[in-house]
């Protein structure tokens, strides 16, 4: 789904965008390079691994980069991400993939209150020197912003019942 | 862990406070409700499911319900949460668990940049008119604010190698 998106028929926008609010504030640690750009980004990640540019590539500022200590190239990671140029006001919405309108928080959608993505992806290089780490997909467009990297986790990241 | 976190020998805080950035702002859109306190929450999800106190509710704002149109009993989700009470500026940190030094980015620990905790439980109870969720589990204490809802995906939330 691109970005930014338009109104389409029925769709509800909340009364106050919650781009005004300001509960909390985020310190980006770096950017995401990818392939992608906003006109021709993948639908999600399962589409981005079938491509054959799919991959990609995050640069964590030099601040950061001794927050990588521990990560190996193999390890399984959660990166998330703040699209940036999606919209945060479209509560209800009519996504083409389904009948009928669904809530924000149904959907995995960019479009959101707070739009961080969360992308569970593998390591397939890392240099914590220049804090440049190889992931095996990203379907986000080159210049997304980093918030933030976790090991993922068998026990943890599965819900009780699978 | 509990959330405030003083510092232990070796590590490493950050030149500037990650909590003084304001690279984009947060909307909180509810709050946790669960039986955790400040000194006695589980050190993680697991832990938390093996509690007979382990399970929370989820108390979404009135303006954001509409944006759960979709959402059902039994369902599997992710529930990210703001641990405001968290400190954002230990980058390489010496948990109780591992041998040495790792990052905040090698860890799960609630301490890091951008104190997001993603949460992937299972809906037992819903009612869209009071906004109000119950979760199988949580390890969060009671009043933690709520980024987002996300549906928990298979295919999305398992790395291509598992």
């Not at 300001?22 to 750009?37: E, H, M, P, Q, V």
């Not at 986000?140 to 699978?162: N, Q, Y």
Request: aromatic share 6%; with cysteine.
């Amino acid at each position: 789904m691109p970005p930014v998106k338009t109104l389409r028929d029925l769709e509800v926008i909340l009364a106050h965008n919650p781009a005004k609010k300001d509960d909390a504030r985020l310190a980006f640690i770096g950017i995401l390079r990818s392939n992608w750009s906003l006109d021709d980004c993948p639908k999600n990640l399962t589409q981005a691994r079938e491509s054959t540019k799919g991959q990609g590539v995050i640069e964590i500022d030099p601040e950061y980069r001794a927050g990588l200590t521990g990560l190996k190239r193999g390890m399984k990671i959660w990166i998330l991400l703040w699209f940036d140029k999606a919209r945060r006001d479209i509560i209800l919405q009519a996504p083409g993939h389904a009948n009928g309108l669904r809530g924000a928080f149904a959907l995995r959608s960019p479009v959101r209150p707070n739009p961080i993505s969360i992308q569970a992806v593998e390591i397939t290089t890392i240099d914590k020197a220049s804090g440049v780490i190889g992931i095996d997909a990203t379907d986000a467009f080159d210049g997304t912003p980093v918030v933030d990297i976790k090991p993922w986790r068998h026990g943890l990241d599965t819900p009780s019942m699978e």
